[in-house]
């Protein structure tokens, strides 16, 4: 089984760093291939919005994200950090998500069996913490990553979110938070 870590935050050694490194070390545990990717190595321009990928599923603009769209399609499960940046996920993943648009352009305007009800189903996990206690302070990313996983044809299995999280390593403090990432990348993997 092909599990893909995509690392959302441009700070590296940070909280969702440590939470999605714990999820993919459960994965692995369970004998799952795991690849990591991280944005911030990656050039993303943001979607262009021209359209381009109406008619051929592809998209025109010619940066690094020609590499991760394989990489999305190869896995079996997507496991997605993204600290909260304003109430939503960070640029980084939102540029991958907002160019996931050719793959949208694939499964509804041109019918790809392979994005659809016969096609590859994947599962989608998200991982995520922010700085303040709000009540809604996850609501925007959960449902944007929502949509980013349908058009991955990956089943939203759920998230793990944490408050109260801000400083460099912080979610250390919470050794339980790191055993749930862990516990849901093993889980991942034995109950496909
Ligand atoms: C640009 C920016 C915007 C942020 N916006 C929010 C926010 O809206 N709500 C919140 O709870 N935390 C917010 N935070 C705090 C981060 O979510 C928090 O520091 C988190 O622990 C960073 O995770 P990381 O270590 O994985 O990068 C923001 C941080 C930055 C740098």
Redesign the pocket.
Known sequence: MNVLGIFG???RG?????LLEEALRGAETEGAKVARLHLSDFAITPCKECHGCDTTGNCVVLDDMQKIYPKLLEADVVIL?S??????V?AWTKALIDRSQALWSRKYLLKDPSLGKEGKKRRGFFLS????K?PK?FEGAILTVKYFFDVLNADYVGELVF?G????G??LKHPEALQQAFEAGRKLVRNP
Do not use: C, H, M, Q
């Not at 999280?165 to 460099?168: G, L, P, Q, R, S």
């Open positions: 935050s441009p700070r940070g909280n969702t760093e440590l950090a600290p909260i940046f304003f109430y939503g960070t913490v922010g700085a303040t709000g302070v408050r999280v801000e400083a460099k912080d979610i």
